[in-house]
């Protein structure tokens, strides 16, 4: 049964196991080194081994994927496309956009706005397999104008495959796994290096990312899934159906409720426990509730955002957007009672690929604008040049880099 303490004991709830990848770094360095040296072969042995290739080559066939669509249940393709319009859309709003502006006479200041080259999905096919990380990773990308999406996927599931044919994603690979990763870092023969990898994945991927973060770019080492609630009121069986939603995702995942009410959190515990009686992921949704889960007693709603910024969780639901002033630190906000997180998983538009294990700190979550550089633009004329020259030679000089200094007095020359 979920545990119901009060706020004096909040830092021992919320305190995070430290996520500890030296285990799984030692296992994955040798598969990193294996597909950087031996490429394509070292790359299907591991496929044959761990993820039940059964093909010469782990590039899936353009008649495979179209196979897979054509076989896409049809009320699965309508919400397919349902969410696919509102992440689109949604995607377009977060681009950075050129620009440019004469700051003074003669200085003129920019950007331009170009994507990657190469980006690669990562989407888990075990347990459950994911086809809505597909859409999450994928049409963003697009959206960008990528001009290359790859999508690596361990298993062959008809709802990964069927949805890549849709969104016209060309290049799609049966592999997993720290093999998968090392691949489009370092490239192989059949699979391009990528200029970035984004996606959750298991331990093993997320230590391969880690050790590979500076051969190539990531989005984030994922920890543990994660939501913090606050609510001083509302309905107990939406709340416990919502944190249900967020256990059932793993072992380690946690789900937590900030409330004022004593009696709210005796009726949550209770839907909780009612709840369970009946979900098919009761085994694993019991475990996450019971070791990493639970419903705190706080003062007020100000102590429950304070609470709340210093956590920093993946997800957060809040009341109403009276308290999104006060909120700093969150990958995802749900606001009010008809923003299930479910509906950010699938079909609202936001991305759901969010940092974890207090990562909100630094950034949000998987965004369109991660597909793309902003390059910088400058343009000056000579009236330009030569009111900021003294400032530029001054400091040239200062560093002790004359070169510097002369570059910009040979100009003004007269």
Known sequence: MIRIVEANQVTRILARKAVSLANAEAVVRPILEAVKNRGDKALIEYAKQFDQL????????????AAAEAALDPA??????????NIRAYAQLQLPVAKSKQISPGVKLGQIVRPLDTVAAYIPSGRYPLPSTLLMTVIPAQEAGVPNVCVASPRAVTEIYG???????????????????AAFAYGTKTVPRADRIVGPGNIYVAAAK????????????????????????????????????????????????????KQLAEAVSAEIELQLTTLTTKAIA?????????????????QAVEISNRFAP?????????????????????????????AGDYASG????????GAARLRGGLSAADYVKVISTQELNAAGLSKIAKSVTTIARAEGLEAHARSVEVRNAR
């Not at 059964?54 to 994927?65: C, G, Q, Y």
């Open 350 to 357: 936001p991305n759901h690929v969010l940092p974890t294990s």
């Open 54 to 65: 059964d093909r010469k080559t782990v590039a899936v066939p353009a008649k495979e994927l």
């Open 76 to 85: 699965f393709k309508a919400a397919v496309q349902v969410a696919e319009k």
């Open 210 to 261: 880690k050790l590979l973060a500076g051969d190539v770019g990531i989005d984030f080492v994922a920890g543990p899934t994660e939501i913090l609630m606050i609510a001083d009121d509302g309905n107990p069986a939406w709340i416990a159906a919502d944190m249900l939603a967020q256990a059932e995702h793993d072992l380690d995942a946690s789900a937590v409720l900030l409330t004022t009410s």
């Open 314 to 342: 993946e997800h957060l639901s809040i009341p109403d957007a009276s308290l999104l002033p006060a909120i700093r630190h969150a990958g995802s906000v749900f606001i009010g009672p008809f923003s299930p997180e479910a």
């Open 286 to 302: 019991r475990k996450a509730i019971d070791k990493n889960s639970a419903i705190i007693l706080v003062d007020s709603l100000a």
């Open 163 to 181: 949805t890549a044919s849709y969104l016209k994603v060309n290049h799609v690979f049966q592999m997993g796994g720290a093999q998968a990763i």
